[in-house]
């Protein structure tokens, strides 16, 4: 069955330090991967997604950058956090055939910026 | 372009009494439409779709949700709403034109008081 694995679930981080979140999907194979971002349980914000490896298309211009290295793993990033970074990340992926699977999320990171 | 809109930020119900969680959508071509849940510090939860068929849709925990195209209208619904029914609720609508990403509304929190 297929799977996906988000982590940490919660993260502490000062100002101005690197950030690495991880998302990884068993199970299935050329997924697409998606990051969103979540700011006071509200809406959804779509930062990033990827349809292949090494493939990424950015949604809003941000501090925030994605990479794809291998075809089950997409890597949330960022050189230096901002306060306004602050916000719980969801990880998901969907098989090419969107109508039948819809999205599957991961549990979420709730990352806060000190 | 498409678009979906969430017109109501908060629904409240009494324990018992049927839910409506309202959605509409704005898409070019064949809607394909989904409802999701969120729980607090989790990430979202497929419930039900609507790709082609029956315009009533069953899904899960007891949701249906029905189709309208003449309103463009995808309403969720449940005939006896339970305290645990209480979460944030997503629509969302496919774009076609890209990458078939799913567009997300901007939720409503329904909340059921015993």
């Known amino acids: 069955s297929q799977t996906i694995h988000q982590w940490p679930a919660t993260l502490v981080q000062p100002v101005g330090s690197p950030l690495s979140l991880e998302c990884t999907v068993e199970?299935?194979?050329?997924?697409?991967l998606y990051w969103y971002r979540q700011a006071a349980g509200r809406g959804l914000q779509l930062l990033f997604y990827?349809?292949?490896?090494?493939?990424i298309s950015s949604e809003v211009p941000q501090n925030l950058s994605a990479s794809r290295p291998q075809d089950r793993q997409f890597i949330l990033s960022s050189k230096k956090l901002l306060l306004s970074d602050s916000g719980f990340y969801l990880c998901?992926?969907?098989?090419?055939?969107?109508?039948?699977?819809?999205?599957?999320f991961g549990s979420g990171t709730r990352l806060t910026v000190v | 372009a498409q678009s979906v809109a969430q017109p109501e930020d908060q629904v409240n119900v009494a324990e018992g009494n049927p839910l409506t969680v309202k959605c509409t959508y704005s898409v070019s071509g064949n809607p394909y439409l989904f409802w999701y849940v969120q729980y607090p510090n989790r990430g979202l939860q497929f419930l039900l779709k609507y790709i082609t068929g029956d315009n009533l849709v069953k899904g899960s925990y007891g949701f249906e949700a029905e189709f309208n195209k003449s309103q463009t209208s995808f309403h969720l619904k449940k005939p006896s709403a339970l305290v645990s029914d209480s979460a944030l609720y997503f629509c969302?609508?496919?774009?076609?034109?890209?990458?078939?990403?799913?567009?997300f509304g901007t939720g409503t929190r329904l909340t059921v008081i015993p």
């Open positions: 199970g299935t194979s050329n997924p697409n």
């Open positions: 969302a609508v496919r774009a076609k034109l890209v990458a078939n990403n799913l567009f």
């Open positions: 990827s349809v292949g490896i090494g493939q």
């Open positions: 998901a992926w969907r098989t090419p055939t969107v109508q039948l699977y819809g999205y599957t």
